[in-house]
C-alpha cells in the first residue's frame, strides 16, 4: 500500500447523520439513497347518505318447514316486505320483458356508442338490446366504422379508407352494409365484415319488405358497378325476429331479476328431476328470465363444513348445514335445464349469475369464517360452481356468472371491507374473465348491494375504496346494483364520481344492470333504470346511455419501464397508465412498436421499435384516441457518444434576483425543477443527448438529496448530491438529457436553492467531438506545504489563482489533449468559499466547481479544457485553502465514446438495501472489488472505462476513499474525503477492470457504506 499524505484532515469534525431526514419519492419509485418512513396512509371520506332501509336482511325460514309448506304460497299469497324473496314474493313476480322492435332503421340519437368511436350515418335496431350503428371513424379520416352494440357487449370494425359505411338491410343475425362501392355482410354475433356478401345480402330483406334486394348489388346505390356476371338469383328473404312491439323508441334492457334458493330445495332436485323441482319448474316456471338479460340465483351465506378436512360450502337460506359447493352446481344444472325446457334454439343469449353473500351467518352460532378461509370460498365459488356447471351446446345460450351479494354494515353481521375484497380476489384469481362485463362472456362476478354508501365516513363498516373495489375496480367485478329507493340510485352514483376522482385507471362505474323488486312501496324495473340515469345525469333511461364500457376516456401514459434502450430497438418495456382496453397501436415518438401485448386496462407490455438518439414520447392508442405527451411517458434512446467541451457557464440559478432562469422557483419537498439545457451555455440547440453539469445546492432547509435525470421520465434510484440543512454543495453528472432537451432535479426535502453549470455536452459520434482516453489516477498537484507534490507550498491566498500544468504531466500526453478528467480537493480552508476552474489564459467565468467551509476537506471532479501552454487556472475566492489536483484521464480525436446511462442504482453495501452487494460494509483499511458489468443497464463485456456517482455513508471515523481499475494496484489518489457520520459523494470517471470492476479502499479506522449509481460508460 502506497504511503500517501492524508487528505481526510478536517479542523472541524461535523456530524451528519445519514438517514436522520426522510425523503418520499413520487408514486411508482422506490427511495432514493435514504431509507424513509411508508408512504402515510389516507382516509377517504364518502359523501353521506341516509341510513340503509329496515329488514335489508335475508329471510331464514325455520328448519321444520317442509317442501311443501315452502311451494304452498305459490298460488299468490302476500309477500313480506324483504329485501331478499321469501317464496309468497316469488309468487307475486310478474314477466318484465322489455318491450322489442322489429328489426328497422331508427334515428342515429342517443346511441349506445361514443361520438368518439363512430360518426353515424345510419342506425338499425334488431332487437330489444341491440343497435347496429354505421358511419365513418373519427380518429381515422376516410376510414369508415361499424359497431354492434348488444346487451352489454359493444364491438367495432374499421374499415380502412373506405370512406362512410351504410346499412340497407338487417335482421337479428346480420346487416348488410355498403362501402367503398361494395357490400358487406356483418355477422352480428361477433361483428365482424365479410369480404364478398352479395349473395348473403340478397337473402336480406329491404328496409321496406319487400322481397329482397334485385337490383345494385355489385356496386353501391346510384354507382355503376363493374363488369362480370351477376351471380345467382336473389334468394328468399329471410324472417325477421318477432318482437312484441314494432316500436322504434330506444328500450330499456331488461331488468335483472333475483331467484332467493332454499335449503329445502335441495330435497326435491336431484339429479335429472324434470317435475318437482321449484328452482326452475320445467314448463311452469314461476318466473320467465327475458333473453338477453341477467339473472342471479342467490343461494345463500359462504360455510365451512364442519369435521370436513378444507371443504367449504354455502348455508342455505332456510338451512342450519352447510352444503358443499358441488351439490350447489347441480342445482345450478336444475335452473338452466328447467330453463332449456321453456326457450328454444334462436333465444339470445341468458347470464345466469350464481350468488351468495358476504354474510356472517355460518352453520354454529357466531361462526366467522377468517379472511384466508372468506378468501379460498372465492376460489371455490369460482371452481365448484361457475366453471363446473357445463353450459356448452346449449339451445338456449348461457353464460354463467358469479354473484356476490356484498350488503356491507357495521351491525356484526356482514363481513367487512378487507374480507370481502379477499374473497372477490380470489374468486378473480381463478377466472379468466377481465374488465369489459359482456354479458356474452362467462366467468365475470356481478356485485351488488342496495345500501353501497352508509351514513358514517366509514361508508357503514367499509371504506369507501373497498366497496368501489368490490363493484368495479377489480377487474372480473361488475356492478349491478339494486335501485329499490331513489337514493339507492344517488349512492351509486357517489360511488361512481368517487372512482373518477380517486381511480383514474378504472374510473366510472359501467352498470350492467339494475336490479328491482315488484314488492310494495318499491321500484318497478322501469323505474330502477329511470331513477340510475336521472343520478347519472343520463336522460331518457336507455341502455344506451347508462355506462358503457366504451363510452371512457382516451388512453394515458403513467409510466414507462425501463424507461431507456438503445437506438438499434427491442427493448421490452412495461407502460403503465389507463385505458388500454383495446389498443390498436403503441408508439415511440411516431414510430409503431415492433410488437405490444395489452395485458390489462392499466397495463401494456411492447417492444421498441430502432429509433434516433434522444427523447421520444411513448403514446398508446385506442379507438377513443390516443394518449397526449405529458408527464413520465418518455423513452430515451441511448447510443455511443462524442464530448464536447465547453468553457464553463452557468445557466440555472434559482435563488431569488439571480438574473438568471430558474430565479424564484427552487424546488420545495417533493419538487421537481426542470432545467432547459439545449440552447444555453454553449449547448447546441439541436444534437446534444447528454450533458457534463456542476450541480450546486445552496442553503436547503432541511437534510435531504436531488437527483438530476432526463425530463420526461419516472425519478430514479439515484441520488446526485446529499447535503444537511444549510449547506452549499457541489457534484459533478453526466445527464442524459429528455423532453424538450432538458434535465429535471428532484429534491425529496425541504426546499433547496440549486446552481447549475455547464461544462460540456456529448453528441452522437457523427456530430464529431472527442473521445476518452483514462491513464492511471495520479497526483500532479499538491499545496499543502511538504506535500512532496509539484506546487506544495503554494497555498492560496484570498481572491488568489494557481495555474497548474496539466498537458505533458502525470500521463497526459504534451499534445492532443483537449480536455482533462481532474480530481480536484480544496483542504485546510480558514473560510467558507468556493473554487472555480477555467482554461488559463481565458477569463475567468460565473461559475463554481466546489464549494467548501472552514476546516472542510471537500473533492469535486472537473472535466476542463486546457488553456495556454495546456494549463488550467484555480481560483479561490476567500480566505486560504490548500488544493490536490488528481489526473484520471483526457480527451482527444481519438479514444473511448461515451455510453449515457440512467442514472441507476448498481451497488449498496448497507444491510438490508435490497441492491447488489448489500450488508457487505467496507471495513477499515480494507477494500471491496465489484463487478459492475450487467448492473444497472449497463452491458455484460466491452466496459473499457466507467462514469459512476460514488456515496459514502453510515461512516464511523474521518477518512478517504481510494478508487481504481479492479484487479490493478490502488493509485495513490482520493476519491471522497469524509467526516465522522457524513454522507457525501463525488462523480468518479475512471477506467475501468476487468468485467467492468471497480475498486474501494475504506483509508479511515471506522466502517463506511458504499453507494454507486452508474451515469455511463466508456467502451
Not at 346499412?167 to 354475433?189: F, K, N, Q
Not at 442524459?736 to 432538458?742: A, E, H, N, S, V
Not at 500521463?811 to 488559463?840: C, K, R
Amino acid at each position: 500500500m502506497v504511503t500517501r499524505t492524508p487528505l481526510a484532515h478536517a479542523a472541524e469534525s461535523r456530524t451528519v447523520a445519514h438517514g436522520s431526514h426522510r425523503c418520499h419519492p413520487p408514486a411508482g419509485t422506490r427511495p432514493e439513497l435514504r431509507i424513509g418512513d411508508p408512504y402515510p396512509s389516507h382516509t377517504m371520506h364518502p359523501p353521506t347518505s341516509p341510513g340503509r332501509r329496515p329488514g335489508a336482511r335475508a329471510v331464514l325460514l325455520p328448519l321444520a318447514l317442509s317442501a311443501a309448506a315452502l311451494l304452498a304460497p305459490l298460488a299468490g299469497a302476500p309477500s313480506a316486505s324483504s329485501q331478499h324473496f321469501s317464496p309468497p314474493a316469488v309468487a307475486a313476480l310478474t314477466s318484465q320483458s322489455a318491450p322489442g322492435v322489429a328489426a328497422g332503421p331508427v334515428p342515429c340519437l342517443d346511441l349506445p356508442i361514443s361520438s368518439a368511436l363512430i360518426t353515424p350515418g345510419s342506425c338499425w335496431q334488431v332487437g330489444p338490446t341491440t343497435i347496429v350503428i354505421a358511419g365513418i371513424s373519427p380518429s381515422s379520416p376516410g376510414s369508415g366504422a361499424v359497431a354492434v352494440v348488444s346487451g352489454q357487449a359493444q364491438s367495432l370494425e374499421l374499415v380502412p379508407k373506405s370512406g362512410p359505411v351504410s346499412i340497407v338491410a338487417a335482421d337479428g343475425e346480420a346487416a348488410c352494409t355498403v362501402a367503398s362501392g361494395r357490400y358487406r355482410l356483418l355477422d352480428l354475433a361477433d361483428g365482424r365484415l365479410g369480404r364478398a356478401a352479395a349473395i348473403s345480402c340478397r337473402q336480406l330483406p329491404s328496409p321496406s319488405g319487400a322481397a329482397g334486394i334485385s337490383t345494385g348489388l355489385n356496386s353501391a346505390p346510384g354507382a355503376a358497378g363493374p363488369a362480370g356476371p351477376a351471380g345467382p338469383a336473389p334468394g328468399p328473404p329471410v324472417s325477421l325476429t318477432s318482437y312484441s312491439t314494432s316500436s322504434s323508441a330506444a328500450v330499456p334492457p331488461s331488468a335483472s331479476p333475483s331467484y332467493y334458493e332454499y335449503y329445502s330445495y335441495l330435497a326435491s332436485c336431484g339429479s335429472g328431476s324434470t317435475t318437482n323441482c321449484p328452482i326452475y319448474v320445467q314448463g311452469q316456471d314461476t318466473y320467465s328470465p327475458s333473453p338477453a338479460g341477467l339473472v342471479v340465483l342467490d343461494f345463500g351465506a359462504p360455510c365451512y363444513v364442519v369435521n370436513a378436512q378444507n371443504v367449504y360450502g354455502t348455508q342455505m337460506f332456510g338451512g342450519g348445514v352447510c352444503v358443499p359447493d358441488s351439490q350447489i352446481a347441480g342445482l345450478v344444472g336444475e335452473w338452466i335445464s328447467g330453463y332449456e325446457s321453456d326457450h328454444g334454439p334462436g333465444t339470445p343469449s341468458l347470464t345466469l349469475g350464481v350468488g351468495t353473500s358476504n354474510s356472517l351467518t355460518g352453520v354454529d352460532p357466531g361462526y366467522t369464517l377468517t379472511d384466508a378461509q372468506l378468501q379460498v370460498t372465492g376460489q371455490d365459488w369460482y371452481q365448484q360452481v361457475v366453471a363446473a356447471t357445463n353450459t356448452s351446446q346449449l339451445a338456449a345460450p348461457v353464460a354463467l356468472w358469479g354473484a356476490n351479494d356484498m350488503e356491507q354494515s357495521s351491525d356484526g353481521n356482514w363481513y367487512g371491507g378487507t374480507a370481502t375484497v379477499g374473497w372477490v380476489q380470489a374468486y378473480a384469481s381463478a377466472s379468466p374473465a377481465r374488465y369489459t362485463c359482456s354479458l356474452t362472456q362467462p366467468g365475470f362476478l356481478a356485485d351488488y348491494g342496495d345500501d353501497v354508501l352508509g351514513a358514517s365516513s366509514s361508508a357503514d363498516g367499509w371504506t369507501v375504496s373497498q366497496v368501489y373495489q368490490v363493484a368495479w375496480g377489480i377487474p372480473v367485478a361488475c356492478a349491478l346494483p339494486e335501485i329499490y329507493v331513489p337514493q339507492n340510485a344517488t349512492e351509486w352514483q357517489a360511488l361512481s364520481q368517487w372512482g373518477v376522482q380517486n381511480a383514474p385507471s378504472t374510473g366510472a362505474i359501467t352498470f350492467t344492470g339494475v336490479m328491482t323488486t315488484t314488492e310494495s312501496g318499491y321500484n318497478t324495473p322501469t323505474e330502477g333504470w329511470d331513477q340510475l340515469a336521472q343520478a347519472t345525469g343520463q336522460s331518457p333511461p336507455t341502455l344506451t346511455n347508462i355506462g358503457w364500457s366504451l363510452q371512457g376516456q382516451p388512453p394515458q401514459v403513467a409510466l414507462v419501464t425501463p424507461s431507456q434502450g438503445p437506438a438499434a430497438g427491442g427493448t421490452s418495456v412495461t407502460i403503465t397508465g389507463s385505458n388500454f382496453l383495446g389498443t390498436q397501436q403503441v408508439f415511440f415518438g411516431g414510430s409503431p412498436a415492433a410488437s405490444f401485448t395489452v395485458v390489462s386496462a392499466t397495463e401494456v407490455t411492447a417492444t421498441a421499435p430502432p429509433g434516433t438518439p434522444g427523447f421520444v414520447d411513448v403514446s398508446v392508442e385506442t379507438a377513443l384516441g390516443a394518449s397526449s405527451a405529458q408527464g413520465t411517458d418518455g423513452f430515451v434512446y441511448l447510443a455511443a457518444a462524442a464530448y464536447h467541451p465547453l468553457q464553463p457557464a452557468r445557466i440555472e440559478d434559482t435563488r431569488p434576483g439571480s438574473g438568471l432562469p430558474g430565479s424564484s422557483a427552487a424546488p420545495g419537498p417533493g419538487g421537481v425543477l426542470d432545467v432547459q439545457v439545449a440552447g444555453a451555455g454553449g449547448v447546441p440547440q439541436t444534437g446534444a443527448t447528454a450533458v457534463l453539469v456542476n450541480l450546486t445546492v445552496v442553503g436547503p432547509t432541511a437534510p435531504g438529496y436531488v437527483v438530476a435525470y432526463p425530463a420526461g421520465v419516472a425519478t430514479p434510484l439515484a441520488s446526485t448530491v446529499d447535503f444537511q440543512a444549510g449547506d452549499t454543495k457541489a457534484n459533478l453528472a453526466v445527464v442524459t438529457l429528455g423532453r424538450g432537451g432538458q434535465f429535471s432535479v428532484y429534491n425529496c426535502a425541504g426546499t433547496t436553492q440549486v446552481v447549475v453549470d455547464v461544462e460540456g455536452w456529448y453528441g452522437p459520434a457523427s456530430s464529431g467531438g472527442e473521445l476518452f482516453n483514462p491513464v492511471a489516477p495520479q497526483r500532479i498537484a499538491d499545496t499543502r506545504p511538504g506535500s512532496g507534490h509539484p506546487y506544495a507550498g503554494q497555498t492560496l491566498s484570498p481572491g488568489g489563482a494557481l495555474t497548474v500544468q496539466v498537458a505533458g504531466v502525470g500521463g497526459i500526453p504534451a499534445t492532443g489533449a483537449d480536455a482533462v478528467v481532474m480530481n480536484v480537493t480544496a483542504a485546510d480552508a480558514t473560510a467558507p468559499s468556493f473554487l472555480t476552474l477555467y482554461p488559463a489564459g481565458a477569463a475567468r467565468p460565473l461559475a463554481s466547481n466546489l464549494n467548501f467551509t472552514a476546516g472542510q476537506t471537500v473533492a469535486n471532479q472537473v472535466v476542463m479544457p486546457l488553456g495556454t501552454g495546456g494549463a488550467v487556472t484555480v481560483y479561490n475566492a476567500q480566505g486560504s485553502v490548500d488544493v490536490i489536483v488528481d489526473v484520471a484521464g483526457w480527451y482527444g480525436a481519438g479514444g473511448l465514446a461515451f455510453h449515457p446511462l440512467g442514472p441507476a442504482r448498481a451497488v449498496d453495501t448497507r444491510p438490508g438495501s435490497g441492491e447488489p452487494y448489500a450488508g457487505q460494509t467496507l471495513q477499515p483499511g480494507k477494500s471491496l472489488t465489484v463487478q459492475l458489468a450487467g448492473l444497472a443497464g449497463l452491458p455484460t463485456s466491452g466496459i473499457s472505462g466507467l462514469a459512476v456517482n460514488v456515496t459514502v455513508t453510515d461512516t464511523g471515523a474521518t477518512g478517504d476513499l481510494q478508487v481504481g481499475p479492479g484487479g490493478q494496484p490502488l493509485p495513490d489518489t482520493s476519491e471522497v474525503n469524509w467526516a465522522p457520520g457524513e454522507t457525501t459523494e463525488n462523480l468518479v470517471i475512471l477506467e475501468a477492470g476487468s468485467s467492468g470492476s471497480l475498486t474501494f479502499y475504506d483509508g479511515s479506522s471506522g466502517t463506511v457504506d458504499l453507494v454507486v449509481d452508474v451515469y455511463g460508460w466508456y467502451g
